[in-house]
């Protein structure tokens, strides 16, 4: 079974400061996702990636396949970054389809003024 | 386009009613899948459907029933609602072609009482 893990759980940081959040996974993978939901509002795709390193505005996405690892990078962080940021992964065994996407239990950010 | 949209947006049951949750995609997306997401857990896939006329069960599919008669229109039912069954609703579709973006709907927020 794959495992997606997210670190950290909760994190709470000031306006400017640089954002991490990590999340390791279990099993070879055809695709990673990184979510956005913000509170009490729907789930947005940010990023989808299978090698490599995407960049949007001040969000930056970075997978290692061999270490089975992708990290969420966010600059210049803001008050409106605030959310929940959730990663999820299609196992390769599934034919890289969405049927077999696993999610990590989110990592939730706070961003201070 | 409208993307995917879901109805109610929140509702109250008590326990052993019934009732439909309604998902609809407007973008030919090949896949639709309906998750749940509670406090201190990753989102879970309950059933999906990669196309129209076939359904598959997720992690958790007890309780819930779905049908696929055409591509747009993905609809769950709770034949007899339980307690265990409030939680936040999320309708979920993506293209033909994996690996693609994941569309989410806006959620149902369901209470059974």
């Known amino acids: 079974k794959n495992e997606v893990e997210q670190s950290p759980q909760n994190l709470t940081a000031q306006e400017g400061e640089f954002i991490t959040i990590n999340c390791s996974y279990s099993v070879g993978i055809s695709a990673l996702h990184w979510l956005q939901q913000h509170p009490g509002g729907g789930i947005v795709s940010l990023f989808m990636l299978s090698s490599g390193k995407k960049k949007h505005g001040r969000l930056i996405a970075t997978i290692n396949i061999q270490e089975k690892h992708s990290s969420l990078h966010i600059t210049a962080s803001h008050p409106r970054d605030s959310a929940v940021y959730i990663c999820?992964?299609?196992?390769?065994?599934?034919?890289?389809?969405?049927?077999?996407?696993?999610f990590g239990k989110g990592t939730h950010l706070i961003i201070q003024p | 386009n409208a993307g995917v949209t879901q109805t109610p947006k929140f509702h109250i049951l008590k326990t052993g009613q019934s009732m439909t949750l309604q998902c609809a995609q407007d973008m030919n997306h090949g896949y639709l899948s309906w998750y749940r997401q509670d406090p201190g857990m990753g989102l879970r896939r309950i059933h999906y459907?990669?196309?129209?006329?076939?359904?598959d069960k997720g992690e958790v599919p007890d309780g819930y029933n779905v049908s696929r008669s055409n591509t747009e229109d993905f609809p769950l039912r709770l034949e007899s609602a339980a307690p265990s069954q409030t939680s936040v609703y999320f309708c979920a579709s993506c293209g033909r072609k994996w690996p693609e973006p994941m569309f989410f709907g806006p959620g149902t927020r369901l209470t059974v009482l």
């Open positions: 999820a992964v299609s196992p390769m065994y599934s034919g890289g389809g969405a049927d077999g996407l696993t």
């Open positions: 459907s990669v196309a129209a006329g076939i359904t």
